[in-house]
């Protein structure tokens, strides 16, 4: 059947609410599979056909290089990061990279304090950046895009909230590396993981921090998203644990002494319904398909669709403050083009 991504969401299946200190997730689920058939980065580099690298002996920050070498395509997250070369690196946006292919991706750099070799090839790190991080991504990319058609993220910003997250959660790191984060907190980090558990037909999440909408990503594929999944939860995760910091010193929403309320499931539709609304625009994606940037009030985010069909959206709750306004740049939701899922 014919759907918009609007009537995909507001049509949305959630499973029932699970949570765990201040963040409640809700399953996103649906009855079939929709898209083409590909495998994630965890998958293709396990088998051996897909391998990324720097683009040239030197390097460049922004780019990296991947290839495929398998008869199956390959889906890679906005924000996955990629552990090796001369310095970690995160996806700007999510790509989907055709079999028999390479393709240079735009990336940065989330290891401010390296620029050398440990090997020549990247590994998978098992690790999306934050919510905040993802979310302030999705924006200068979306300004970006509309500026300059490229998928350049704010580089600098990046560095500063990698900064940002080793200070409020007191983890040194000799190279400014956000995996180095990830590491230290991994015993909190596998409570989150051991509190979740991956619901049957599962093929997204969407999450609450604090009693508050911060955010959803959904994959056209229940098997992608089941090997996604821990990914997400931590990357969510990682957010709720800096409320908690955030809150008992004072600098976040709501009173430090109280557990903030769970959220129910017509607050999860209301978020669905909130990123219905959203304006849309479309570019050509870098490897397969097409990019959708969604901008709206409270809300951000992106989907990739390839053959009419949508791989990967994420939204992401956003304090109005902190929206760049670009009225008269995006087109109204209602005239959007509409594409199968």
Known sequence: MDKSVETYLLEMELGAGQSFENMTVFGLLRARDGGPEYITLREALERGAFTITEVSEGGSVPELMVANKGDVAVLILDGEELQGAKQNRILNTTILVAPKSTVKVPVSCVEQGRWSYRDRLFVESGNIMHREMRMLNVQKVSESLRTARQFRSDQGEIWGKVEELQAELA???????????????????????????????????????????????????????????????????????????????????????????????????????????????????????????????????????????VVHMAFFGVDEAGQSEDPGTMAGSRARRGFRV
């Not at 997204?204 to 990914?231: H, M, N, Q, W």
């Not at 903030?260 to 870098?286: V, W």
């Not at 490897?287 to 390839?306: E, H, K, T």
């Open 171 to 309: 983890v040194p790191s000799v190279t400014a590396a956000m995996k180095d984060v990830y590491d230290a907190k991994g015993a909190d980090l596998d409570g989150y993981l051991k509190s979740f558990s991956l619901a049957e037909g599962a093929k997204g999440i969407l999450a609450f921090v604090d009693g508050r909408p911060a955010g959803l990503d959904f994959v056209s594929s229940e098997a992608a998203f089941a090997t996604l999944f821990p990914k997400l939860v931590k990357s969510y995760a990682m957010e709720a644990m800096l409320a908690t910091e955030r809150r008992k010193r004072g600098r976040g929403k709501g009173d430090a002494g109280r557990a903030p309320a769970k959220p129910a499931a017509d607050e999860a539709r209301a978020f669905l319904k909130l990123a219905a609304s959203c304006q849309e625009k479309r570019y050509e994606s870098i490897g397969l398909g097409w990019s959708y940037r969604y901008q709206g009030p409270g809300v951000v985010g992106s989907a990739l669709a390839f053959n009419d069909k």
